[in-house]
């Protein structure tokens, strides 16, 4: 019979986990490259191919080329310079620094 609460007791306890831990991510929070507070993300991708998911959508990272770094959201690429800001997918997203293999960026829903 212990078998059979088992699976049960499991899962409330994640449900019980997901619910305390939704509020948090809601106002804040840090994932390996990305931290976001008050629905604005700052993330940093190096190296070519690198990803970030940004509120809920993933950025590539093409590399940087003359001052400017290539990003794309699926099929649609944008490139910004250190300072500028561009609209990508739903996002828009202000390169705060560029350099020879990585940028670091700010997003916001639009």
Same mark, same amino acid.
């Given at each position: 019979m212990a078998t059979l609460h088992r699976p049960a007791r499991l899962a409330s306890g994640a449900v019980a986990a997901a619910?305390?831990?939704?509020?948090?991510t809601a106002c804040s929070f840090s994932s390996g490259n990305v931290s976001c507070s008050n629905g604005e993300c700052t993330a940093?991708? +190096?190296? $070519? *191919? &690198?990803? &970030?998911?940004?509120? *809920?959508?993933?950025? +590539?990272?093409?590399?940087?080329? $003359?001052?400017? &770094? +290539?990003?794309?959201?699926g099929d649609t690429s944008v490139s910004c310079g250190e *300072?500028?800001?561009? +609209?990508? *997918?739903?996002l828009s997203l202000t390169c705060t620094t560029v350099t020879t293999d990585s940028v670091e960026i700010s997003a916001s829903v639009n």
């Open positions: 619910l305390v831990l939704l509020p948090l940093t991708l +190096s190296g $070519d *191919g &690198a990803t &970030a998911t940004v509120l *809920g959508t993933e950025i +590539s990272f093409g590399g940087t080329q $003359d001052g400017r &770094a +290539s990003l794309s959201v *300072g500028e800001s561009v +609209s990508l *997918g739903p």
